[in-house]
């Protein structure tokens, strides 16, 4: 079955970096594009980035870009997220999820907790 | 715009109909999807596409659209509905995505 796991989360200082990984099983994963979500403490869902199943393009959400680098490793079924100049603001639960068919997120991870303090 | 509305909150009581609604400019040309939440769980796909559930998802939960507006409807609502529910969709350059902020439904 699809399973997609997230690790990598923690405390960090303001202006420090994390890397998140998804590792994920129980499909191709290089057949889908992937994306990151996430979930502030007590707030809605808010999108974060996609990449496309191979790898060459990458879309960002607003409040992320030119600081978070999504990328893939399609040989490892691995997906990443580069976290930089972290703020407080991007404290939250960080979903990776699988795009299906280029229409829905159809499974998602359980998620992992960043927070950003000093 | 590249934004998506939901009402905070709806109530239902037992058994009965419920409709939520997301709306936003971008359901004029992209579906919406909607996805469920219950506290400290991930988000679960119920209603993707124009009206497509995915496996496990019971008939009760069904959706229609007209003009900017996307509405899931759930009948014969349970107490197990209870959740947060967000609709998502693309934004109108078809490469972002964008979440509504979501409906707490609230089961009486």
């Known amino acids: 079955q699809v399973k997609l796991v997230e690790s990598g989360g923690g405390v960090v200082q303001p202006g420090r970096s994390l890397r998140l990984s998804c590792a994920a099983s129980g499909f191709p994963f290089s057949g889908n594009a992937m994306h990151w979500v996430r979930q502030a403490p007590g707030k809605g869902l808010e999108w974060v980035a996609v990449?496309?199943?191979?790898?060459?393009?990458?879309y960002y959400g607003d409040s992320v870009k030119g600081r978070f680098t999504i990328s893939r490793d399609n040989s490892k079924n691995t997906l990443y997220l580069q976290m930089d100049s972290l703020r407080a603001e991007d404290t939250a639960l960080y979903y990776c999820?699988?795009?299906?068919?280029?229409?829905?997120?159809?499974?998602w991870g359980q998620g992992t907790l960043v927070t950003v303090s000093p | 715009s590249s934004e998506l509305t939901q009402d905070p909150a709806v109530s239902v009581a037992l058994g009965q109909t419920v409709r939520i609604t997301c709306q936003g400019d971008?359901?004029?040309?992209?579906?919406a999807n909607w996805f469920q939440q219950k506290p400290g769980q991930a988000p679960r796909l119920v209603i993707y596409?124009?009206?497509n559930r995915p496996s496990g998802i019971p008939d009760r939960f069904s959706v229609s659209s007209s003009g900017n507006t996307s509405s899931l409807t759930l009948t014969g609502t349970r107490a197990e509905d209870e959740a947060d529910y967000y609709c998502?969709?693309?934004?109108?350059?078809?490469?972002?995505?964008?979440f509504g902020g979501g409906t707490r439904l609230t089961v009486l």
């Open positions: 998502n969709s693309r934004d109108s350059s078809g490469n972002h995505v964008v």
């Open positions: 990449i496309w199943y191979d790898g060459t393009t990458t």
């Open positions: 596409g124009k009206n």
């Open positions: 971008s359901l004029r040309v992209y579906s």
């Open positions: 999820a699988r795009e299906e068919e280029g229409e829905t997120l159809d499974y």
